[in-house]
């Protein structure tokens, strides 16, 4: 089945590609439908701003003018004023394109962002703590995910169902010797490669889980490394049993 990246570089080829393989994808994707939205539009826009309609007898006043006083001062007549303007608006449309396509084309660093943004929902999950979460509540918040955690995780000290990017996920606390980490298990979310990121006082990793989407690890205090992150989501991600 194709992938977010497969996905959106079939979209940057083609956005008005209608092929099934893509309807399919779009179909169990919350991200990528809203991905091919704001593709969509930006062409609709680029589309719009390039096509500009001009009065054929205005047009002739303000290049033949230009041109007759050229000619006058020993100018090149081939380089009036309006074309260096169109010039350097098209170098401009042109700029406005390839940052926007290469945007929408890193699906991982916009994830991390909102990670990052939901953390800001549940400030009372960082609590430092040893005592663990009952196991009925663990349960019944991994039991939507399909997914169980082993003891090996470590001591979890906070579960909660949230709301994310349109589906409903499991958020976790892990305690370490250093401090809480967050945990959460994201199934809808496909990466090809792990990431690391550090934004708004957070840092973190994003790290793929084959066939079953993504973890995203991160801590906030000034006592831990991006090594204890990684050495978390390494031991989740072990102590997880997927189940049907």
């Not at 004023?81 to 169109?86: A, K, M, S, T």
């Not at 010039?87 to 991390?112: D, E, F, I, K, Q």
Request: with cysteine; proline share 6%; charged share 25%.
């Amino acid at each position: 089945m194709m992938d977010c990246e497969q996905f959106r570089r079939a979209m940057l080829a083609e956005p008005s590609n209608d092929d099934a393989e893509l309807r399919l994808h779009l179909a169990t994707c919350h991200e990528c439908t809203q991905y091919a939205l704001q593709l969509r539009r930006f062409e609709g826009r680029l589309a719009r701003a390039l096509r500009v309609e001009v009065n054929p007898r205005l047009m002739e006043q303000r290049v033949v003018t230009p041109l007759r006083a050229a000619r006058r001062h020993g100018a090149r007549p081939w380089d009036p004023p309006h074309r260096r303007w169109f010039a350097a608006a098209a170098s401009v449309l042109l700029g406005t394109a390839v940052a926007v396509s290469l945007w929408l084309a890193a699906p991982g660093r916009s994830l991390a962002a909102d990670v990052v943004r939901h953390m800001a929902e549940e400030p009372n999950a960082w609590a430092r703590t040893d005592i663990p979460v009952p196991e009925p509540r663990l349960d019944k918040v991994l039991m939507d995910s399909h997914v169980r955690l082993r003891a090996r995780a470590g001591l979890v000290s906070y579960a909660n169902s949230c709301s994310f990017r349109g589906h409903t996920v499991p958020h976790l606390v892990v305690q370490t010797d250093s401090g809480s980490v967050t945990v959460m298990v994201l199934t809808h979310e496909k990466l090809r490669s792990a990431m690391r990121f550090d934004e708004q006082g957070y840092r973190g990793v994003i790290v793929p889980v084959d066939g079953h989407g993504s973890l995203a690890v991160l801590e906030r205090g000034p006592d831990m490394d991006i090594k204890t992150v990684e050495g978390v989501a390494a031991r989740v991600q072990s102590a997880l049993d997927w189940t049907p």
